[in-house]
């Protein structure tokens, strides 16, 4: 698991799945609390663990009341 911070805002937000589309949606529940879990993807400049700056796609898990939760880098775009 690559070790990251978010530096300013995630743009370009969409939705991947919702309801039973999120695969994980039982883990979640038990970790985090009950909520209407949604995947999503967004993008991001991101600083990695070796102090390199760059734009990224990220991928978190969110829910009302909760928050975003296990974000993943999934592509470095620049």
Same mark, same amino acid.
Request: aromatic fraction near 8%; charge should be negative; charged fraction near 35%.
């Given at each position: 698991?690559?070790?990251? /911070?978010i530096l300013g805002e995630? #743009? *370009?937000? /969409? &939705?991947i799945a919702t309801g039973r589309g999120v695969y994980i949606r039982r883990y979640l529940d #038990? &970790?985090? @609390?009950k909520g209407r879990w949604r995947k999503r993807k967004g993008r991001a400049t991101v600083q990695l663990a *070796?102090? &390199?700056v760059c734009e990224a /796609?990220?991928?978190w898990f /969110?829910?009302? @009341?909760v928050g975003r939760k296990d974000f993943k880098i999934k592509k470095v775009l620049r």
């Open positions: 698991m690559v070790k990251f /911070e995630i #743009r *370009d937000i /969409e &939705t #038990r &970790t985090y @609390g *070796d102090g &390199t /796609e990220i991928h /969110e829910a009302h @009341g």
